[in-house]
């Protein structure tokens, strides 16, 4: 097991492969409306149940050992909730599943939840086609050879240098509306990321052969 980690489930589209390595964390964990959407057909029991509870059926069955943590605020996303009670139990690394598909708002909700607090948890998303994550000011990642990775700036980011690239930047600037890095090549098994200051999301393609 992980220590302090939680594999997390929030409701947008659900995995469409089989979720492995389950005993590796801590907790797993999932938003009211993931389970009742989708995680309650799968053969996964979560440790917590997390939301307002606005789309709880009494018609589900909850598996015993599943405690339901009820968080009303309205102020705050599911995701939000979840993420803050987890933390609260120790946990520091957040694999996230079902944070986009379905609709557009709540995974642009999602990032924005992210951008609050990556600088202090470890927070990657999983979807159906790819994971992806902001990346820290000196990033390495490895076992991507040959795999298409995309950066895309939130706000803009200064400095920026990646190598083990198709393409390479040196001390680049990236910004919404103006340059990005789409559709990059990763030509090393390790790929290296700098930059100076902004928030910048990286993309990987090809989840399945990725460690």
Do not use: W
Not at 4 to 11: E, G, P, R, T
Not at 24 to 46: F, K, M, Q, R, V
Not at 168 to 181: N, R
Request: with cysteine; hydrophobic share 35%.
């Amino acid at each position: 097991m992980s220590k302090n980690s939680a594999l997390l489930f929030v409701n947008g589209e659900p995995p469409h492969h089989t979720v492995y390595h389950l005993d590796n964390y801590s907790y797993i964990a999932c938003t009211d409306g993931a389970y009742h959407n989708y995680l309650s057909a799968l053969t996964i029991e979560p440790d917590f149940i997390i939301g307002d509870l606005d789309s709880y059926h009494t018609n589900k069955t909850i598996p015993p050992n599943t405690q339901i943590i009820h968080t009303p605020d309205q102020n705050k996303t599911d995701f939000e909730k979840a993420i803050l009670f987890l933390a609260s139990k120790g946990v520091t690394k957040f694999d996230v599943y079902g944070a986009c598909g379905r609709a557009s708002d709540h995974f642009l909700g999602n990032i924005s939840v992210a951008m609050q607090y990556y600088r202090q948890y470890q927070i990657t998303f999983y979807d159906n086609y790819c994971y992806f994550f902001f990346a820290k000011y000196d990033q390495k990642i490895t076992n991507v050879k040959d795999h298409i990775i995309s950066l895309m700036p939130l706000s803009k980011v200064t400095g920026l240098t990646i190598t083990g690239f198709q393409y390479p930047l040196i001390d680049q600037t990236l910004s919404l509306g103006g340059q990005v890095s789409l559709r990059n090549k990763a030509i090393n098994n390790l790929v290296q990321i700098s930059f100076k200051e902004g928030h910048l999301m990286v993309f990987i393609e090809n989840l399945h052969n990725v460690n």
